[in-house]
């Protein structure tokens, strides 16, 4: 019999994408979603990619009862999957006690009633915001970790750090963090990817929503960096890729592989890409000139982030393997899918 697997944000970007790799390892899964930030409509798209319609508990984990009641219901899943939260960083500047009520309640939510009905494994949903400014590149997991600029990257650090206080008492819990770089890409079918509310925050769904006549302009915050062309470097990784990293980590829980309870590894690929060297990879894989200007740098931006991702070759058996022109030619069929949808 199949495994059960709760993946809470799994109607989310990189939920979704982790339900279609995790349906299609015949893992059977239970999404829980509030759909605050997504939509019911996902359903449908992992159905038509798996031909499997996964359980769908439409509750908000910040309520103690619903919660409750979800997890007893499912009291039979082998593990957790935490991605629900809200993660756009200029609005949780703006409303920080949005932020550390829904993404801290749900988090303590879900590990309370899992624990109380007996799942005792849990991947949690990380970032690479936890870095701060990195002293040192590439980031290992031995770099320091750092009060992130924002209120959405503190929830992350928070919650990690409730999962190391956690760990030491809850003597079942085996915990595995996830601190990805910068996702990006679509499943490719095209029929699955990220679906921003308003207007984007990230780069790559504002060059795709620019490509397509949506926005109007991209605008390039700073080419003033000590970087190679000025403007700051990332890690990008493919979502699938992503994807396919929670299944090992998932497995390695189930097989009780880890050296200690609370595992963290780093998710990228190990390359930096700079804004413009997306834009010219996007021109290029595309065949369309975007339109762009340079402005002032947006506050809080780093100037390189790119991962050492050696831990997490060696102990998940796991290595990004999509390139950035499948990265950008994905998110780019999605959005083109989903204009011709309208
Ligand atoms: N950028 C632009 N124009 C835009 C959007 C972004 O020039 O319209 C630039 C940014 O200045 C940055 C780069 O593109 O240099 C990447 O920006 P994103 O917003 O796509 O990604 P960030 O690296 O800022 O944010 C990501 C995650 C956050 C996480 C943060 C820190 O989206 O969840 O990394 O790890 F908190």
């Not at 509750?59 to 082998?78: G, M, R």
């Not at 879900?110 to 970032?127: D, K, M, R, V």
């Not at 065949?287 to 997490?312: H, Q």
Request: hydrophobic fraction near 35%.
């Amino acid at each position: 019999m199949s495994q059960k697997i709760i993946v809470t944000g799994g109607c989310g970007y990189i939920g979704s994408h982790t339900v279609v790799t995790l349906i299609s390892n015949n893992y059977d899964v239970v999404i829980i979603d509030n759909l605050s930030n997504s939509n019911k409509k996902t359903l449908e798209r992992i159905t038509k990619i798996t031909g499997t319609s996964p359980h769908f508990e439409h509750i908000d984990l910040k309520n103690p009862e619903q919660t409750k009641s979800v997890f007893k219901k499912h009291n039979d899943a082998v593990a957790v999957i935490h991605f629900a939260a809200y993660k756009a960083v200029a609005e949780s500047v703006e409303k920080p006690l949005m932020y550390y009520r829904n993404n801290l309640l749900s988090l303590i939510n879900t590990l309370e009633f899992q624990i109380e009905e007996g799942i005792s494994n849990f991947i949690f949903s990380s970032s690479a915001t936890v870095y701060g400014a990195p002293e040192t590149l590439p980031i290992t997991e031995e770099n320091k970790v750092q009060r992130p600029f924002s209120p959405y990257g503190n929830t992350k650090k928070i919650a990690e750090e409730v999962l190391e206080d956690l760990v030491k008492t809850s003597s079942n819990l085996a915990a595995i963090s996830l601190r990805y770089f910068n996702p990006i890409g679509a499943h490719k079918s095209g029929f699955l990817g990220e679906l921003p509310n308003g207007i984007p925050n990230n780069l790559m769904p504002y060059i795709t929503q620019t490509a397509a006549g949506i926005r109007k302009e991209l605008q390039v915050f700073g080419n003033d960096y000590p970087t190679k062309d000025g403007t700051p470097v990332r890690d990008y990784i493919h979502v699938v890729d992503l994807a396919e990293a929670h299944l090992k980590a998932l497995q390695r829980l189930l097989n009780k592989e880890q050296d200690k309870p609370l595992e963290v590894y780093n998710l990228g690929t190990g390359n930096g890409y700079s804004v413009l060297e997306i834009i010219k990879s996007f021109e290029r894989t595309t065949n369309t000139t975007l339109n762009y200007k340079i402005v002032d740098r947006r506050p809080g931006d780093v100037e390189t982030l790119y991962a050492d991702t050696s831990l997490a070759e060696k102990k998940l058996n796991w290595k990004a393997k999509r390139d950035i022109d499948d990265m950008i030619a994905s998110s780019w069929k999605w959005e083109e899918n989903l204009k011709n949808e309208q």
